[in-house]
T-cell receptor, first 115, second 113 residues
Framework: EPEVTQTPSHQVTQMGQEVILRCVPI?????FYWYRQILGQKVEFLVS????????KSEIFDDQFSVERPDGSNFTLKIRSTKLEDSAMYFC?????????????FGQGTRLTVV | AQSVTQPDIHITVSEGASLELRCNYS??????LFWYVQSPGQGLQLLLK??????LVQGIKGFEAEFKRSQSSFNLRKPSVHWSDAAEYFC???????????FGTGTRLTVIP
């Protein structure tokens, strides 16, 4: 069964460092998403991406965040200068479409710890 | 404003017992509703979804959920819980199936022998 894969599963980084979280969406999917879950809090939408552009983003997704599809298979989330409050589980997701009836498939998550 | 409330942070049930996980939502438009499950070390797996039509929806692993518009609820049920059902369960709402979903805080299910 096709699945969304994320690497690494756990990343520890020092405050102020740049970090890149990687995702391989399901191969025939066209829409890509990042969500995050701070420990003990809700899963929150960060950004959606289609046709090499951001299609929607939340208030959380500020200038320190960026997304990219560097090749035909990867989808990355970059955090430019990490802060302690960026520590969270980051989930990548993908879908075939984005309209009525569409289902998002999520990866297993990358746990980011900023120290 | 959109929101999802899962009032139960942690539920413990005996194997073989029935289960109901509660979910209440606040949403301005016609909601699309989902239940996801996350087992340790795994991603979020879709259990079931409601878009329209029959308000009782069947999902994978023997789960079902009932949409009650009058109560703004979408509770998840299973008649007989298995030890493998121990996991974290998330209710979510959105305008489409995948983009900008609003999640609840989750309910952790523990299953005891």
């Amino acid at each position: 069964e096709p699945e969304v894969t994320q690497t690494p599963s756990h990343q520890v980084t020092q405050m102020g460092q740049e970090v890149i979280l990687r995702c391989v969406p399901i191969s025939n999917h066209l829409y890509f998403y990042w969500y995050r879950q701070i420990l003990g809090q809700k899963v929150e939408f960060l950004v959606s991406f289609y046709n090499n552009e951001i299609s929607e983003k939340s208030e959380i997704f500020d200038d320190q965040f960026s997304v990219e599809r560097p090749d035909g298979s990867n989808f990355t989330l970059k955090i430019r200068s990490t802060k302690l409050e960026d520590s969270a589980m980051y989930f990548c997701a993908s879908s075939e479409a984005t309209g009525r009836g569409t289902e998002a498939f999520f990866g297993q998550g990358t746990r980011l710890t900023v120290v | 404003a959109q929101s999802v409330t899962q009032p139960d942070i942690h539920i413990t049930v005996s194997e073989g017992a029935s289960l109901e996980l509660r979910c209440n939502y606040s949403y301005g438009a016609t909601p699309y509703l989902f239940w996801y499950v996350q087992s340790p070390g795994q991603g979020l797996q879709l259990l079931l979804k409601y878009f329209s039509g029959d308000t009782l929806v069947q999902g994978i692993k023997g789960f079902e959920a009932e949409f009650k518009r009058s109560q703004s609820s979408f509770n998840l049920r299973k008649p007989s819980v298995h030890w493998s059902d121990a996991a974290e369960y998330f209710c979510a709402v959105g305008t489409t199936g995948a983009n900008n979903l609003f999640f609840g805080t989750g309910t952790r299910l523990t299953v005891i022998p």
